[in-house]
Nanobody
Framework: QVQLVESGGGLVQAGTSLRLSCVGSGGTMSIYAVGWYRQAPGKPRELVAQIGSGGSTYYPDSAKGRFTISREDAENTVYLQINSLKPEDTAVYYC???????????WGQGTQVTVSS
């Protein structure tokens, strides 16, 4: 099984950028589809971006334009670039990994992003 660790969050000012990392251990990330989600206080967890094992990407309409997901298989890492941060981007950001539909879904512990206005 794969263990996921997110990092790269922090307290930042609106308008700046962040790159979050999701590092996998105990397994080869390249065979997993990986998703980035976020959860703001009092709100449900929502999808931000997904990347397939072959590199195809998906963004919900709410995330198109400012979020970019990418993977560096040599580093066993999937990244989430967030540009032009807004206060409403404040949330805990999580990554998950799954080999295929119906297989075990693994989650990381999350990284906090706080955007000040």
């Amino acid at each position: 099984q794969v263990q996921l660790v997110e990092s790269g969050g922090g307290l930042v000012q609106a308008g700046t950028s962040l790159r979050l990392s999701c590092v996998g251990s105990g397994g080869t990330m390249s065979i997993y589809a990986v998703g980035w989600y976020r959860q703001a206080p009092g709100k449900p967890r929502e999808l931000v971006a997904q990347i397939g094992s072959g590199g195809s990407t998906y963004y919900p309409d709410s995330a198109k334009g400012r979020f970019t997901i990418s993977r560096e298989d040599a580093e066993n890492t999937v990244y989430l670039q967030i540009n032009s941060l807004k206060p409403e981007d404040t949330a805990v950001y999580y990554c998950n990994a799954q080999r295929g539909v119906g297989s075990t879904l693994y989650w990381g512990q999350g990284t906090q992003v706080t955007v000040s206005s």
